[in-house]
């Protein structure tokens, strides 16, 4: 006899189950690896001790390097004129440029150890020596166009006074652009087991940011400057090639150029390699993770050699400066580090002319 509260008839869901109990582990999908994450791009243990170690060089070069500079300019009897006005206040940038490396190299093997302030500081820094650089080299282009191309206008006013207002104005512009250090932070970074320090936005709105910072780093320390400077050389030039005896009369002209092409050589290379990432960021150019490895692997590159800019300048001015070696010796010769020796005629004569003024 049956219990009446069960029943006899069962359901049996088995074969129901295993039609239903589909399985996705055995179809053709392939995980397309565009769209996959790239790899953290690092470098092995030698290679960071190496950079390190090449910033500390170049920390060591630059301080008393571009301290002589400033010296032999400063120490001028004579009254300085605009170019070696801009050419002093490059030294002073240089110099500032220089002061941070200790920082990222240590930061490079150990991380960012000097705390948030400091990361802020010392990028600021770093800004404002890198735009502070091409902005007086562009001062110097500029002048050096108004004394040759338009000598008569330029002995209107006093370009002295002139020239002490536009060293203001050009520390006050750079203090100004290097403002977005401000946004610089330390972190832990997700791929490393130290501190960083480095640009740290909303992550609502990094994109954004990261590509306005990047737009007004590029247009305003490098393309407008160089859009003035080509110019004002070129006219420059191809009117000292029409004067008779014009680049004998222009030595300090030479330096100049040389000064300019040094700052091209070293920071081009990190514009492009810039510019690429900041292409490769807002996806107007199509990557793969093996291209975006290559342009952290440039960017890495490039920084260190536009680092090395602040070293070159002093370097450049003792090999191609015939001002700056013969003035170099009357400091020595005066503080007893070498003989005395009478100057000649000719080098006191090389110096009288106002086109020939420029220092270096």
């Given at each position: 006899?049956?219990?009446?509260?069960?029943?006899?008839?069962?359901?049996?869901?088995?074969?129901?189950?295993?039609?239903?109990?589909?399985?996705?582990?055995?179809?053709?999908?392939?995980?397309?690896?565009?769209?996959?994450?790239?790899?953290?791009?690092?470098?092995?243990?030698?290679?960071?001790?190496?950079?390190?170690?090449?910033?500390?060089?170049?920390f060591i070069l630059a301080i008393p390097g571009n301290l002589l500079v400033g010296?032999?300019?400063?120490?001028?009897?004579?009254?300085?004129?605009?170019?070696?006005?801009?050419?002093?206040?490059?030294?002073?940038?240089?110099?500032?440029?220089?002061?941070?490396?200790?920082?990222?190299?240590?930061?490079?093997?150990?991380?960012?150890?000097?705390?948030?302030?400091?990361?802020?500081?010392?990028?600021?820094?770093?800004?404002?020596?890198?735009?502070?650089?091409?902005?007086?080299?562009?001062?110097?282009?500029?002048?050096?166009?108004?004394?040759?191309?338009?000598?008569?206008?330029?002995?209107?006013?006093?370009?002295?006074?002139?020239?002490?207002?536009?060293?203001?104005?050009?520390?006050?512009?750079?203090?100004?652009?290097?403002?977005?250090?401000?946004?610089?932070?330390?972190?832990?970074?997700?791929?490393?087991?130290?501190?960083?320090?480095?640009?740290?936005?909303?992550?609502?709105?990094?994109?954004?940011?990261?590509?306005?910072?990047?737009?007004?780093?590029?247009?305003?320390?490098?393309?407008?400057?160089?859009?003035?400077?080509?110019?004002?050389?070129?006219?420059?030039?191809?009117?000292?090639?029409?004067?008779?005896?014009?680049?004998?009369?222009?030595?300090?002209?030479?330096?100049?150029?040389?000064?300019?092409?040094?700052?091209?050589?070293?920071?081009?290379?990190?514009?492009?390699?810039?510019?690429?990432?900041?292409?490769?960021?807002?996806?107007?150019?199509?990557?793969?993770?093996?291209?975006?490895?290559?342009?952290?692997?440039?960017?890495?590159?490039?920084?260190?050699?536009?680092?090395?800019?602040?070293?070159?300048?002093?370097?450049?001015?003792?090999?191609?400066g015939e001002k700056f070696r013969r003035r170099l010796v009357q400091i020595m010769?005066?503080?007893?580090?070498?003989?005395?020796?009478?100057?000649?005629?000719?080098?006191?004569?090389?110096?009288?002319?106002?086109?020939?003024?420029?220092?270096?």
């Open positions: 006899m049956t219990d009446p509260n069960t029943s006899s008839f069962t359901l049996d869901f088995g074969p129901i189950y295993d039609d239903l109990n589909f399985t996705y582990n055995y179809t053709d999908f392939i995980v397309d690896p565009e769209t996959q994450p790239c790899d953290f791009f690092s470098l092995p243990d030698a290679v960071m001790v190496a950079v390190s170690a090449f910033y500390v060089l170049i010296l032999v300019i400063g120490l001028n009897k004579q009254s300085l004129t605009p170019s070696d006005l801009y050419l002093l206040h490059l030294a002073v940038a240089d110099i500032l440029l220089a002061i941070t490396l200790p920082f990222w190299a240590i930061s490079i093997t150990q991380g960012w150890v000097f705390g948030d302030a400091m990361c802020k500081i010392v990028t600021i820094l770093q800004e404002l020596s890198f735009y502070s650089s091409i902005l007086f080299l562009t001062c110097i282009s500029m002048d050096r166009y108004m004394v040759i191309v338009r000598a008569m206008d330029a002995r209107k006013g006093n370009r002295q006074l002139v020239s002490w207002g536009v060293c203001a104005a050009v520390w006050v512009v750079g203090a100004f652009l290097s403002l977005p250090g401000l946004f610089t932070s330390t972190y832990s970074s997700q791929n490393l087991s130290h501190l960083v320090c480095s640009e740290l936005y909303d992550p609502s709105s990094a994109d954004e940011w990261r590509l306005a910072t990047r737009i007004l780093r590029h247009a305003l320390g490098f393309v407008v400057p160089l859009a003035i400077m080509l110019p004002c050389y070129g006219v420059t030039i191809r009117r000292l090639l029409h004067i008779r005896g014009g680049f004998q009369r222009q030595r300090a002209m030479r330096v100049i150029v040389v000064v300019v092409v040094a700052f091209l050589l070293c920071w081009t290379p990190y514009h492009i390699a810039v510019m690429t990432d900041s292409f490769f960021r807002t996806k107007i150019v199509p990557y793969n993770c093996p291209a975006r490895m290559a342009v952290d692997q440039a960017m890495f590159a490039t920084q260190s050699l536009g680092l090395l800019h602040s070293c070159v300048n002093p370097v450049l001015y003792a090999f191609v010769r005066k503080i007893g580090v070498l003989e005395r020796a009478s100057v000649s005629r000719s080098s006191r004569s090389s110096m009288s002319s106002e086109i020939t003024s420029t220092f270096m």
